[in-house]
């Protein structure tokens, strides 16, 4: 049986910010995009706006560098969503519960209801997997938005890994840490089934790509 006070949830919201803050922060982080204006900090200034999507794995990457406001990150319905919510929270992302496969279309209303208010964050294999692999959701979020992917690839040097189903990655302290971006995919607004299928598997083969860049990169640092 699981405690859900709301004072436990506090605790673990201001104390797991910290921990993020404390431990990633110490990163060496390195980013290569292939297009620069997708960069969050110069769409900030442009005005445009994006669906940024990174593995589960490495949530504590983005967790710590794109923590603002503008930033909506999507998660999950399940139970233990609720701490991991008030973490990101406590960091300074804006949150929609729900996910891409469950509680998703309450979720994309919601979203589309912030269209004005900045970005939006999503774990495409999330929150059960299987591992690096882009659910289909995602996809129709961006038809209905109108907003471009961009399917970040995120790395660690040696992380510590948990024993779940992402293999979850946690940084060792001063170590380097790499993200390689490639072009967005933008997705029509009319697309059929089979088109949805097809930006899934493209979506996914880019940021697939884009992972073993990272990695292999954090490898020569």
């Known amino acids: 049986m699981k405690i859900q006070h709301p004072m436990l949830f506090s605790a673990v919201g201001t104390a797991g910010a910290w921990a993020v803050r404390r431990l990633v922060g110490s990163s060496r982080f390195h980013f290569r995009y292939e297009d620069p204006n997708v960069n969050p900090e110069v769409a900030r200034r442009l005005g445009t706006r994006y669906i940024y999507a ?118 060792r302290p001063f170590r380097a840490a790499c993200c390689v971006v490639p072009p967005p995919v933008t997705v029509p607004p009319d697309v059929d089934r089979d088109g949805i299928e097809h930006y899934r598997l493209e979506v996914e083969r880019r940021m697939t790509r884009a992972t073993e860049e990272a990695e292999a990169w954090v490898e020569r640092l």
Not at 63 to 92: C, F, N
């Open 54 to 171: 990174f593995f589960h794995e490495v949530m504590l990457f983005p967790a710590y560098y794109w923590a603002w406001p503008e930033m909506q990150i999507l998660i999950s319905d399940h139970r233990d969503g609720e701490y991991i919510t008030r973490v990101v929270r406590k960091l300074g992302f804006g949150v929609v519960r729900g996910s891409t496969t469950r509680g998703g279309a309450r979720a994309l209303r919601e979203m589309i209801a912030r269209i004005d208010r900045g970005h939006l964050c999503v774990t495409p294999d999330g929150p059960r997997g299987p591992r690096r692999h882009v659910h289909q959701g995602m996809i129709y979020l961006a038809s209905k938005t109108g907003w471009p992917i961009v399917g970040a690839g995120m790395a660690f040097h040696r992380p510590w890994r948990a024993k779940s189903w992402d293999r979850f990655a946690v940084p």
